[in-house]
């Protein structure tokens, strides 16, 4: 039993010279079938990736909302102190002319 190579083939180690495929390699083929040899993500998997991208999602929105309001009462607070430090300052440089 001689083994063929072939650089176009990544299996080429396995293969036999008449063709088929040695013992070892059949065994890891039928045992990997009944696993699934497929490639990708499963349904399941995708759901639990979904469901998880949409808590993080959920978490940083409401952080931003969060924070866009402690803005907005800060900006406005900001306003209120503004506005009344005017008046004020006029009060005070008045009582010292007195």
């Known amino acids: ?19 088929g495929f040695t013992p070892e390699l059949r065994r890891g083929l039928r045992r990997g079938l009944r696993r699934g040899l497929r490639r990708g ?4 998997e995708l759901i639990v990736g979904m469901v998880i991208l949409a808590i993080v999602g959920m978490a940083l929105s409401r952080i931003l ?14 306003l209120a ?12 440089s008045d009582l010292r002319m007195v």
């Open 81 to 92: 102190r503004n506005v009344s430090r005017g008046p004020l300052n006029r009060v005070v």
């Open 1 to 19: 039993m001689r083994i063929m190579s072939s650089p176009r083939n990544r299996r080429a180690t396995h293969r036999l010279a008449g063709g």
């Open 41 to 44: 993500l499963t349904m399941g």
């Open 65 to 78: 909302v969060s924070q866009a309001r402690y803005f907005s009462h800060q900006k406005s607070a900001n």
